[in-house]
Every structure is written in structure tokens, then in C-alpha cells.
């Protein structure tokens, strides 16, 4: 089992900037792909970025290329998502994920543990 808490999100002006931090426990965090995703209200859950575990290999969503950093720490266990020039369309739930595989996958469905996630508003 892994157990994730998401931390960082809050209220922000558009083009601000927020970091999200997801911490992990349990099984060996540095075996994991670790994902973001996000949810805005009334709408599907949707891929943000992925990380492998060696932090070589990382994707991103088209709407957040060049604007969010995934990063991620396994001496801390810990995954980040730097959220740089924030938009109003960039308000959702962000909920961490990891897969127990090293091949970085968009899909939902094949992330087997997620957080419990966390609110990013952006004010325009």
C-alpha cells in the first residue's frame, strides 16, 4: 500500500505562481511513477504530468507544457508540481497518483493509489 497527502494548494491571482507537494508512505515510493491530475467541478479527472522514477523521464498535458515543473525527491518521498503563470482554467482538485510501474502512463485507470487532493483556485 502507498499512502499519498497532497499539500500547497490555495487562492492565487492569475499569473501567480503555486508549488503542490505530494508526500508518500509505505511501500518504496522511488519504484512508483507519481502523476497529477485534476478535477474542476462538473468535469472529467484529467492527466496533468508524470514523472518516472529516476526523474528522466517526465509528460505533460498540452494545457500545462512550459508553465508546470513536476519534480520529485526520493530521499524525501516526496513528488512536487511547480504551477508557474496560472490561469482561471487552471482552477481544480490536484490529486497525486502513483503507479507501480516505470513507463509513464496519461491514463487514470493505471494509477492504482491516489491522494485525497487539493484545492487550487485562480482568481482572475
Known amino acids: 500500500q502507498v499512502q499519498l497527502v497532497e499539500s500547497g494548494g490555495g487562492l492565487v491571482q492569475a499569473g501567480g505562481s503555486l508549488r503542490l507537494s505530494c508526500a508518500a508512505s509505505?511501500?518504496?515510493?522511488?519504484?512508483?511513477?507519481m502523476g497529477w491530475f485534476r478535477q474542476a467541478p462538473e468535469k472529467e479527472r484529467e492527466f496533468v504530468a508524470a514523472?518516472?522514477?529516476?526523474?528522466?523521464?517526465?509528460n505533460y498535458a498540452d494545457s500545462v507544457k512550459g508553465r508546470f515543473t513536476i519534480s520529485r525527491d526520493n530521499a524525501l518521498n516526496t513528488v512536487y508540481l511547480q504551477m508557474n503563470s496560472l490561469r482561471p482554467e487552471d482552477t481544480a482538485v490536484y490529486y497525486c497518483?502513483?503507479?507501480?510501474?516505470?513507463?509513464?502512463?496519461?491514463?487514470?485507470?493505471?494509477?492504482?493509489?491516489w491522494g485525497q487532493g487539493t484545492q487550487v483556485t485562480v482568481s482572475s
Open positions: 514523472i518516472n522514477w529516476s526523474a528522466s523521464s517526465t
Open positions: 497518483a502513483a503507479r507501480g510501474s516505470d513507463y509513464i502512463s496519461r491514463a487514470r485507470s493505471t494509477y492504482a493509489y
Open positions: 509505505g511501500r518504496t515510493f522511488s519504484t512508483f511513477v
